[in-house]
T-cell receptor
Framework: ETGVTQSPTHLIKTRGQQVTLRCSSQ?????VSWYQQALGQGPQFIFQ???????GRGNFPPRFSGLQFPNYSSELNVNALELDDSALYLC?????????????FGPGTRLTVL | AQSVTQLGSHVSVSEGALVLLRCNYS??????LFWYVQYPNQGLQLLLKYTSAATLVKGINGFEAEFKKSETSFHLTKPSAHMSDAAEYFCAVSDTGGFKTIFGAGTRLFVKA
């Protein structure tokens, strides 16, 4: 069974650019959540996708957007990058979108904005 | 709104000593609570979760946590620390509706030989 994978591992962008991060969910999982983890902090919830529909969103501006595909893989897009967007971006997949569903995390994408 | 507070950003113990990482939560409804571990340059791994079945929850790698409603706490313990336990630990609560998990700021555990 393949776990959650993310690509790329590292990424360097300049302010104002756009970036796309990718996540492949664990086999059989229909829910993907994205988190932003700034240095020295806990992960902050960005949004969740359940069966290709956005199922909830945290306190992030609209320039953070996402997609979930029929195979349940997912993308996180960030437009007009700002310096504060520098962080580790984690995705997590789960069997469902319930409160008790265990989330399985990928290794993350380290984004640096210069 | 739910929230999580982890007391102590850094905890240092000797190998073989008791590990105690503190977590307090705020929730207006019965919560689902989680402890995750993060090793350097890796994602988060679930240690254990509380889903109201039993107040004492046993997890992987010898860790356990006790849910105390009266104290709104969910502290993580391990009787004997091992060098491989050195990592960042996060306590988390699941929001009602299930789509949002709120994490604490984390506690970095150091284990001295």
């Amino acid at each position: 069974e393949t776990g959650v994978t993310q690509s790329p591992t590292h990424l360097i962008k300049t302010r104002g650019q756009q970036v796309t991060l990718r996540c492949s969910s664990q086999s059989g999982h229909n829910t993907v959540s994205w988190y932003q983890q700034a240095l020295g902090q806990g992960p902050q919830f960005i949004f969740q996708y359940y069966r290709e529909e956005e199922n909830g969103r945290g306190n992030f501006p609209p320039r953070f957007s996402g997609l979930q595909f029929p195979n349940y893989s997912s993308e996180l897009n960030v437009n007009a990058l700002e310096l504060d967007d520098s962080a580790l971006y984690l995705c997590a997949s789960s069997l469902g979108a319930g409160e008790a569903d265990t989330q399985y995390f990928g290794p993350g994408t380290r984004l640096t904005v210069l | 709104a739910q929230s999580v507070t982890q007391l102590g950003s850094h905890v240092s113990v000797s190998e073989g000593a008791l590990v105690l990482l503190r977590c307090n939560y705020s929730s207006s409804v019965p919560p689902y609570l989680f402890w995750y571990v993060q090793y350097p340059n890796q994602g988060l791994q679930l240690l254990l979760k509380y889903t109201s079945a039993a107040t004492l929850v046993k997890g992987i790698n010898g860790f356990e946590a006790e849910f105390k409603k009266s104290e709104t706490s969910f502290h993580l313990t391990k009787p004997s620390a091992h060098m491989s336990d050195a990592a960042e630990y996060f306590c988390a609560v699941s929001d009602t509706g299930g789509f949002k998990t709120i994490f604490g700021a984390g506690t970095r555990l150091f284990v001295k030989a």
